[in-house]
């Protein structure tokens, strides 16, 4: 009977029967260690830094979007914006808020631990469910959390005109 491979013998393509062992194969001993094992330091944490590559990237801004029967509420934080660094555009069917968070300390990466927070001009559009009365709606901002709302068209309520004879 042929001898065959490790390879053979893993993949399964030789019968059970077939197997050959070597017996002449010295067993390795676990190898008992002469002094007892040293536990290592903990290894400090290398500071993790969070960099944007590019200046021009524009950061996104988280939303919350709901309704109440009259209006759709737009809830978004906006802490270390001033006022005149917002813009507010809408339209029927859509918002649009833009705006820029300046940092105010100049550090060197060198000197951060961690940097997580967002630097720089955001944006974000949001498509509304249903047309709002743009010419009634109201923003505000009060610490640091921007609201909008926005009253909804009433497509069912109907007026009466008066024709005039001239």
């Known amino acids: 009977m042929k ?3 490790i390879f ?8 059970l029967d077939d197997y050959e ?4 194969v010295p067993v390795r001993q676990p190898v008992r260690a002469a002094q007892p094992v040293r536990q290592q330091a903990p290894v400090p944490q290398q500071p993790v830094q969070h960099h944007l590559v590019e200046e ?3 950061g996104q801004l988280p939303v919350d979007v709901y309704q109440t029967p009259n209006e759709i509420v737009i809830r978004t934080f906006v802490a270390g914006v ?3 660094d917002l813009n507010v555009s809408i339209s029927r069917d859509m918002v649009v808020i833009e705006g820029s968070r300046d940092e105010r300390d100049q550090l060197p990466d060198s ?3 961690t940097r997580e927070l967002f630097w720089g001009s955001f944006s974000r559009t949001i498509l509304l ?4 009365d743009v010419d009634m709606a109201s923003a505000g901002a009060k610490d640091g959390l921007l609201s909008i709302i926005l009253p909804k068209l009433d ?3 109907q007026t009466k005109l008066k024709v005039k004879s001239a």
């Open 82 to 84: 001033r006022a005149d």
């Open 8 to 15: 053979d013998r893993l993949a399964g393509t030789v019968p």
């Open 155 to 157: 497509k069912t309520r």
């Open 21 to 24: 062992y070597d017996d002449d």
């Open 111 to 113: 000197d951060y631990f």
């Open 3 to 5: 001898k065959r491979s």
């Open 129 to 132: 469910p249903q047309e709002i």
């Open 56 to 58: 021009e990237t524009e």
